[in-house]
């Protein structure tokens, strides 16, 4: 999105997408999601992972559930 609003892209949408976090080098945008079923169950949060093409997703395996991504500073 350009500095003044538009230009949006949605680069993943499903029922709750939260907390989004960027990359140290602003390439990978890590996020917190949820699925709706269909019976109207909500699933646990997980972590995503996602390019900025929209194309590379994947789920961050964590131990329990997960939420509010944040990234580490550049190490030396």
Known sequence: MYTD???ERV???TYLVE???WSPNG???AF????KLSD???TKPKIKLI???GINLRQLLT?????????SGLLP
């Not at 917190?32 to 699925?35: I, L, P, R, V």
């Not at 131990?63 to 990234?71: E, F, I, L, R, T």
């Open 5 to 7: 609003g538009k230009g």
């Open 11 to 13: 680069v993943y949408k």
């Open 19 to 21: 907390g989004p976090s």
């Open 27 to 29: 390439r990978v945008l």
């Open 32 to 35: 917190y999601s949820q699925d």
């Open 40 to 42: 109207g169950l909500i």
């Open 51 to 53: 390019d900025l093409t």
């Open 63 to 71: 131990p329990a559930d997960a939420s509010d991504p944040s990234w």
